[in-house]
């Protein structure tokens, strides 16, 4: 069964670190794109960087800041995220793409100001 767990959200402050991980089984993990959205309350749901085949994009506002990464061996993809900004928080979600699209359950991150 198709599992992604999401994994290292929390509270920080303006300016601060995370590090969120996404540990998936149930399917061939190397040959999907892996991508991290986020969802803000009251906000559609929002792109935030994806890695295929070596190539890394992100959203205009994270560019500099956060960086998608994945290990193979782990089946396991990373987002750094660093100098952190209110306007960061929301629930990220992972996402697996390719024969079908995959989901995690989220995971929060809040940044305070």
């Known amino acids: 069964q198709v599992q992604l767990v999401e994994s290292g959200g929390g509270l920080v402050q303006a300016g601060g670190s995370l590090r969120l991980s996404c540990a998936a089984s149930g399917f061939t993990f190397s040959s999907y794109a892996m991508s991290w959205y986020r969802q803000a309350p009251g906000k559609q749901r929002e792109l935030v960087a994806g890695i295929s085949g070596g190539i890394t994009d992100y959203a205009d506002s994270v560019k500099g800041r956060f960086t998608i990464s994945r290990d193979n061996a782990k089946n396991t993809v990373y987002l750094q995220m660093n100098s952190l900004k209110p306007e960061d928080t929301a629930v990220y979600y992972c996402?697996?793409?390719?024969?079908?699209?995959?989901w995690g359950q989220g995971t929060q991150v809040t940044v305070s100001s």
């Open positions: 996402s697996a793409r390719y024969i079908s699209v995959y």
